[in-house]
């Protein structure tokens, strides 16, 4: 199977042969602050998927992010990515301007520890994997390990959906291709950061296994794949 996905500075997306796709990304800078973010019906080669269970947030990262800017008038039940856009717009930031950095990098901070406490950090505990089956609306959930994380690696899926979802309640979308995907995540903007050090071991064997796919033989296996270490 050949990758369709764009080519350039302003995506970074794993090569063909890769199970999971994601909106793995150095998430750019501000484009100044009358940047707008819709919500949109599933276009062509998306579908958004019921949940199989409502999953709890937990953790209150995000929210202690916002909790910093106090006159923003924050609206938790919304998607993340566009409420720090409307933030940015909120308090005048312009593109590069020192606060509007720093602001961002604490963002992605929190992205990354809201995705740790709500599907945890072991890669190799199940209920981490099930959990992400549930979200993925994967029925029926797989009872092992591995082929949990089959199923989850088999599917094309924003990250930042993932850390939305138990927040907002909203489905997340699943695509059927990396080009849809890739598609979706520069409209959004919604970029993961791919290279935190605060990313935990579940994190960072997908964000792995996204830059660095399995080979057949490893995906027939189930074997770890791409990357070097432990997760």
Known sequence: ???????G?????????????????????????????TSKKPARGQRK?????????????LDDFFAKYPTFPYNPSKPVVP????MSRFLGWKRSDEEQEEAHELFKVAMVMQFNDTYGTNVKRVTSWRKLCEVLGISPI????VACQTAVMD?????????????T???VVLFKSEKALSNYTK????????DSAYAGGLLRFLLRRILNPPSDDEKGRGGRGGGRGRG
């Open 155 to 167: 599917t094309h899926v924003n990250l930042v959906d993932l850390v939305d979802t138990p927040r």
């Open 142 to 145: 797989p009872e092992g390990r």
């Open 83 to 86: 409420e720090f856009f409307r």
């Open 169 to 171: 309640g909203r489905a």
């Open 9 to 37: 500075p302003c995506t970074l997306f794993a090569k063909s042969g890769t199970r999971i796709r994601s909106d793995l990304q150095r998430s750019p800078n501000l484009q100044g602050t009358n940047t707008s973010i």
């Open 1 to 7: 199977m050949s990758s369709n996905a764009p080519k």
């Open 187 to 194: 409209n959004t903007r919604k970029f993961f950061p791919r």
């Open 49 to 61: 998927v019921k949940p199989q269970a409502q999953i709890e947030p937990k953790g209150t990262h």
